[in-house]
């Protein structure tokens, strides 16, 4: 009877960090990623730049959002701080953010609404970049730049912030809140922000909020059609930002089992890259030298079987990723 083992299991991904933005308040573009911060009257926009710098990326790319200062944060606070990111396009589709209750498990995604419905909320995002321009052009905030703006909140109770042109602009807090207090002023179906500690910039611990398409749902029950999955935003104690684009699952081999010379290996990968099965008679062998067994399947995080035929007496696997 063969001995089977389980191997350890090691993510192989390839990690690139780059960043090719452009985008301005001053000439904001649709489609363009804000990135937005609030607390206590005071909030903060940020034009990250095109969507299509998050989506032409390749698997597990790091991006970071270098389009705000630590200066410029600290005007509104990092501690206790709201935030979120978002975009639309001319056709109704939705990018949001939503944040993760737990750090290394992706949310249940938003769902898509329709054409129509999701208007309401691309009426709401886009009073924001305007808003943000009236107050550079004020000059409110001295520290502003022309991609990130401090900006006081507006009001829908006199006295009203003059700078803002009555609906035309308002700040981000003002559009997010709206009469209804909340989600684009309840046009949305959901809370887009992540809320830091009030301890957050010497708690040691990352957060993140996950960043979906919600492509216009089309047909009877459109009301249940999730959005998909892009990567996620991450703001670090410092203050920094960096955006992880199509983030591999963590594989795993989840058991081993064997009768004669087949192995049943039931393992889990995740929604992109590539995942490959290799195996190894020899535990200390360098990596490089193990065998490929199988390009796993992948798309999803449920748990799949791969049968291996084998006469070794011990054989090892792990699941590479890239």
Request: net charge negative; proline share 4%.
């Amino acid at each position: 009877m063969l001995n089977k083992k389980l191997g350890w299991i090691a993510l192989l991904a390839g990690v690139a960090a780059g960043q090719v933005w452009a985008g301005t308040i001053t000439s904001y573009s649709i489609g363009d990623v804000l990135v937005c911060f609030r607390k206590g009257g005071v909030d903060m926009v940020v034009d990250a730049g095109p969507l299509s710098t998050l989506t032409n990326t390749t698997v597990n790319q790091r991006i970071p959002i270098n389009e705000y200062t630590g200066t410029q944060l600290a005007k509104v606070g990092t501690n206790g701080v709201s935030w979120s990111a978002f975009t639309w396009t001319s056709d109704n589709t939705l990018y949001v953010s939503e944040a993760r209750s737990d750090l290394n498990t992706e949310v249940a995604p938003w769902q898509r609404k329709s054409g129509a419905a999701q208007s309401y909320t691309v009426a709401r995002m886009e009073t924001i970049p305007p808003g943000a321009l009236d107050e550079l052009n004020a000059n409110v905030y001295p520290v502003s730049s022309s991609t990130a703006v401090v900006e006081d909140d507006d009001s829908h109770d006199p006295p009203y912030n003059q700078n803002y042109v009555n609906g035309v602009s308002v700040s981000y807090h003002d559009a997010l809140a709206g009469s209804s207090g909340g989600n684009f002023n309840q046009t949305f179906v959901g809370n887009p922000e992540n809320t830091t500690l009030a301890n957050f910039t010497t708690s040691g611990q990352v957060i993140r909020s996950d960043f979906f398409q919600l492509i216009p749902a089309t047909g009877t029950g459109y009301g249940y059609q999730a959005g998909k999955w892009l990567g996620y935003f991450e703001l670090s104690t410092n203050g920094a930002m960096t955006y992880v684009a199509y983030p591999t699952t963590t594989p795993a081999v989840s058991s081993v089992s064997y009768n004669g010379t087949a192995a049943v290996i039931n393992y889990t990968t995740g929604l992109y890259g590539t995942y490959t099965l290799l195996e190894s008679a020899d535990l200390t062998a360098p990596i490089s030298t193990w065998t490929t067994v199988a390009t796993l399947s992948t798309g999803d995080t449920a748990t799949h079987t791969y049968t291996d035929t084998t006469s070794d007496n011990n054989r090892f696997y792990i699941i590479s990723a890239q």
